[in-house]
């Protein structure tokens, strides 16, 4: 029934229930589980759970708790004691790593829905404040040179940052290789084989990181563009501070970083529309392919010629051996 303007209603207000959840019991009970020497599971557990290690899921809770207010034990004003550094750290992590409802938390960590999404939220804004400059800086002249080796090694394509599918959608620039349409011959082959093996690298990484943290590979119906935008952001820095710890990373950061930044070109100068010119050229962009088909295909007979090199000389000792017996 359309009540008239200014008539009064006879529903009446629904109040909110307060419950009174014991956190001070449900962080002894996280500790127990997780945070003591015999902890009731182990640190591959933890790890499975958490998406990284106790070491640096403490390191990050301390790095949180020193920096910034929000992460410290308080207590409201009724003299209540709030969420421990390690309780909104865990609720972030969960809902990062299993995408699961803000009020799955409330039975086991004893946090409504409200408190868990909005820790979730500031857990991921703060992360991008504190590291930012390190896990996401902007390459340095030393960074630059890493990869290049790193990618050599690998893939064997020199002065090469990355590798993504070039063909067809990507224009004809010095800095995109795009392979061939049709080859033409063996070289030109064996360069396409090359390079279709190292392509797609950051389409493999956007998926290690769906793999990791699910709320990128879920639909997240309660989250706005720039907040979902806040915690891919916040993910991508924790799997970078993963790497490193796992020492699998290939550039590491120095303090020389910091007193050497990289050069930037003013926008709109003329070293910029210079520069833009460059790599827009499409006869460079043909010779630099042309010189890196004719590299992939010495440097794979030389790899062969070594091989044979080698089975030769295995021979030679076989024979030696033979003829002292």
Not at 139 to 163: I, R
């Amino acid at each position: 029934m359309v009540r008239e303007r200014g008539e009064s209603s006879n529903v009446e207000k629904k109040h909110r229930k307060w419950i009174n959840r014991d956190r001070e019991a449900a962080h002894e009970l996280l500790v127990r589980d997780y945070f003591v020497v015999d902890s009731l599971y182990d640190l591959s557990k933890f790890e499975e759970r958490f998406r990284i290690s106790r070491n640096l899921f403490l390191r990050i809770a301390r790095d949180l708790a020193c920096n910034y207010e929000f992460f410290q034990l308080r207590w409201d004003a009724r003299v209540k004691c709030g969420f421990t550094t390690i309780q909104k750290c865990t609720v972030a992590f969960r809902q990062l790593a299993y995408d699961i409802a803000a009020d799955a938390s409330d039975e086991y960590l004893k946090m409504s829905e409200r408190i868990g999404r909005e820790y979730t939220y500031l857990f991921c804004e703060y992360v991008i404040k504190l590291y930012r400059d390190i896990y996401l800086r902007h390459l340095t002249k030393s960074d630059v040179e890493q990869l290049y080796a790193a990618h050599q090694a690998k893939h064997g394509f020199p002065w090469m940052l990355g590798s993504i599918d070039c063909d067809g959608i990507y224009p004809e620039y010095a800095t995109f290789f795009k392979s061939y349409t049709f080859s033409a011959n063996d070289k030109q082959k064996m360069f396409k084989l090359a390079q279709e093996s190292a392509m797609k690298d950051v389409e493999q990484v956007f998926g290690v990181l769906k793999q990791k943290w699910h709320i990128i590979k879920h639909p997240a119906r309660t989250w706005d563009r720039e907040k979902l935008r806040t915690m891919l952001t916040a993910c991508v820095i924790l799997h970078n501070t993963i790497i490193e710890e796992k020492d699998r990373a290939i550039c590491s950061y120095t303090t020389n970083d910091i007193l050497n930044p990289p050069a930037l070109i003013p926008v709109s100068s003329a070293a910029y529309f210079s520069r833009v010119l460059e790599i827009q050229n499409r006869e460079t962009q043909h010779n630099l392919r042309h010189d890196l088909t004719e590299y992939i295909r010495e440097r794979q007979f030389q790899g062969q010629n070594d091989s044979e090199d080698e089975d030769d000389d295995d021979g030679d000792g076989e024979e030696d051996d033979g003829g002292e017996r």
